[in-house]
């Protein structure tokens, strides 16, 4: 275990923009006259970001009856009755931050439960969290964790945190949660008022969550403007029950994705349609709406205040200049992306160190979601873009050697390749990656986890293997990929991490990922077949907590006559409705799907499986709603899917609701030189069609 001074710890805290609360070497009995009232505090508390001997703590205390308090206690406790108090300080709130605070609690033991609580000077005090802090770096016990992603309170209920949480409740000591890590999307900017879509989306009914002060409204829908507007989103999503309850039972590791900014933001830029336009200024609210709601050890170079954030002026000012690496050379851009850094790595006993990336502040611009690209997908084959066309535009001019073509074909049709003057793809950015590579390198854990708010997995289907006549050729040249968006398409950077990977005999490898509203399991490899097949590391997706996902707007969306529905909503002759075989379409093929749609036998179906399609995958399911457990130890990384039915109304059950499956999968340590495998068990009901 790593000591630090006083002295240090206080420097920490203002690095993070906290007020610090020291523990003391004796517990001592409260002294706080404090009385509950959960009113006053009504987006609970929060603690986030756990070492082995400090927490971050956090609440929010508006103003009451128009009367505002200028400072609050915090305690913190070995006991739930706070008679061994450890620590406590006062902290101040103002309108600056929004009423909310942010603590370092530090001078604590490894390993430990905490407890704490906020009081007022007139003695109103907040709900009781609990808390744990990391394991001692050499502390060899096994580490558990859930990750999640994708909750949209607008839209659906979070029924997944109630029964996460009673699961943990009904555990063994042993066997409990040591911290939730989120993978962004913890709010959607874009809100659909009840009144502007009475309809609903799909078949859920839109719940009136947030009404923005100022807003936008872009074709039926809303986003924020300021950071007045990006705080209302999380003060509306921060009264939902169970989300409040979560964040009470455990701390958070939280990370931004797309949704804390810009549904199709990537560095300061927002786009909507075609049009992308310059958005420094709301990058900069929607950092300081972050900074402010959630408890992290985020860097902020601005402003020496511990209770507010202090953000940099910038102007919206178009971004017409990159570099090689895909950055916008504004400065108001460079600004807005400075005044928050969320990359970080937190270390948890021997076993593990967790290294979080930003997928979406240094990004290159998509190169699929260019209206250049539209060309090369086609309303014959729904979803599906040919592989080798994502493939020369992810490379740009280093596509072929540094020889890419002038064209691409598609069919019968030539498109203009955009991209052949332009550098490959990048998620992570050029300074990002390079810290992600020397921590990788570096770090001594047993397990090294990405972090990853995005998908890694590669998403492909076979319309090569179509039989003739059920439609039009497929115009591509072999497979086909879903579009892009994450590293499954970033072909060149993934390939330049993996082979970091392996020439550095990195073992232990494992990417843990939300945003795809999905759940996927499998092996972390640059490239399947025909290419060489060479896996290095193990590669997980969670499902949404709330968020809709492609199988629910499938569901709505595909056409009922097109010749293609068998493959991505089939019905066998015995089914009483559509089927999500767009899974078996992913995991087998086109094929198991035609098959599936003809007999209904879904053995029948997998024994067609394409044996080079998927070899990186175990388990996929576009429809899957819920979160993962994570256990690692010094042998084996443990991952369980818990897959609950789609949360259109909160559950009154105390666990939550039933479940439709439970899949775990484990993984053996192993050697340099060794290649990792992946075995899966299905614990509780019959994902069929995702195995």
């Not at 609990?130 to 001692?136: G, L, N, S, V, Y």
């Not at 200024?281 to 050890?297: G, H, I, L, S």
């Not at 596509?399 to 490959?424: H, K, L, T």
């Amino acid at each position: 275990m790593t000591t630090i001074s006083r002295r240090a710890f206080l420097e920490t805290a203002i690095a993070l923009g906290a007020s610090a609360a020291w523990g003391e070497p004796f517990a001592t009995q409260s002294q706080t006259a404090w009385r509950e009232r959960r009113d006053v505090y009504p987006q609970g508390v929060a603690s986030g970001d756990p070492e082995s001997s400090s927490v971050l703590l956090w609440t929010r205390r508006p103003p009451m009856d128009g009367k505002a308090v200028g400072k609050l206690t915090v305690e913190v406790s070995e006991d739930a009755s706070f008679t061994r108090v450890v620590a406590h300080a006062e902290t101040p709130v103002s309108e600056a931050s929004d009423w909310t605070c942010r603590v370092l609690a530090g001078g604590l033991k490894p390993a430990r439960v905490y407890w704490y609580r906020f009081t007022d000077p007139e003695g109103y005090g907040s709900r009781i969290g609990r808390t744990i802090t990391a394991p001692a770096d050499d502390d060899s016990r096994p580490v558990r964790f859930a990750f999640v992603s994708c909750q949209n309170v607008n839209q659906g209920a979070q029924n997944a945190y109630k029964r996460m949480i009673y699961e943990d409740e009904h555990a063994a000591e042993q066997d409990r949660l040591g911290f939730v890590l989120h993978l962004g999307d913890f709010i959607y900017e874009i809100v659909w008022y009840p009144d502007d879509r009475p309809q609903g989306m799909y078949d859920r009914r839109l719940r009136d969550v947030v009404r923005y002060p100022r807003g936008e409204k872009i074709a039926d829908f809303h986003v924020p403007v300021d950071v007045a507007d990006y705080r209302a989103v999380y003060r509306g999503y921060l009264r939902d029950p169970d989300l409040q309850d979560a964040r009470a039972r455990w701390p958070f590791v939280c990370m931004w994705d797309n949704h804390e900014f810009s549904w199709k933001g990537w560095q300061s830029l927002q786009k909507f349609g075609d049009a992308t336009r310059p958005a420094q200024t709301r990058k900069v609210a929607a950092n300081q709406a972050f900074f402010e709601y959630q408890p992290a050890r985020l860097f902020k170079p601005s402003g020496p205040s511990l209770e507010r954030f202090d953000p940099p002026r910038v102007a919206d000012t178009p971004v017409e200049r990159f570099d090689d690496s895909g950055m916008g050379q504004e400065v108001n851009n460079l600004t807005a992306l400075a005044s928050l850094k969320g990359y970080r790595a937190l270390r948890w006993g021997r076993n593990m160190e967790l290294i979080i990336t930003d997928q979406r502040s240094y990004r290159s611009e998509e190169p699929t979601d260019r209206s250049e690209a539209d060309a090369l997908s086609s309303n014959d084959f729904p979803q599906l873009m040919p592989q080798e066309a994502m493939e020369i535009l992810d490379g740009g001019r280093a596509y072929n050697g540094g020889r890419p073509p002038a064209s691409i074909r598609f069919g019968a049709i030539e498109v203009a390749n955009f991209r052949r003057d332009q550098p490959p793809q990048t998620i992570l950015g050029a300074e990002q990656k390079a810290w992600f590579l020397e921590r990788l390198r570096k770090s001594q854990a047993t397990w090294k986890v990405w972090g990853n708010t995005t998908g890694t997995l590669d998403m492909r289907a076979d319309p090569q293997n179509l039989p003739a006549g059920l439609t039009v050729p497929w115009p591509g040249a072999g497979y086909a990929g879903f579009g892009g968006g994450d590293h499954s398409s970033a072909y060149v950077e993934r390939a330049e991490i993996y082979d970091f990977v392996r020439a550095h005999g990195i073992t232990g490898f494992a990417t843990v990922a939300g945003d795809r509203h999905s759940f996927w399991a499998g092996l972390a490899a640059k490239a399947l077949p025909p290419e060489t097949f060479e896996p290095v590391g193990i590669a997980f997706v969670t499902g949404s907590i709330s968020a809709p996902g492609l199988v629910e707007s499938l569901e709505h969306r595909f056409p009922k006559d097109h010749p293609l529905r068998p493959l991505f909503m089939g019905q066998g002759p015995a089914d009483a409705s559509p089927q999500p075989t767009v899974n078996l379409l992913l995991r087998h093929g086109v094929r198991s799907c035609l098959e599936y749609a003809k007999s209904g036998d879904i053995k029948k179906a997998r024994a067609l499986s394409n044996p080079s399609l998927s070899p990186h995958l175990s388990f996929v399911d576009m429809g899957g709603h819920g979160y993962a457990v994570v256990q690692v130890t010094d042998s084996a990384f443990e991952a369980e899917f818990v897959c609950i039915p789609r949360p259109l109304e909160r559950s009154e059950s105390a666990d939550g609701g039933p479940l439709r499956y439970r899949t775990r999968f484990r993984a053996q340590s192993w050697r340099r030189g060794e290649k990792p495998k992946l075995d899966q068990r299905i614990v509780e009901g019959d994902p069929k069609f995702s195995v």
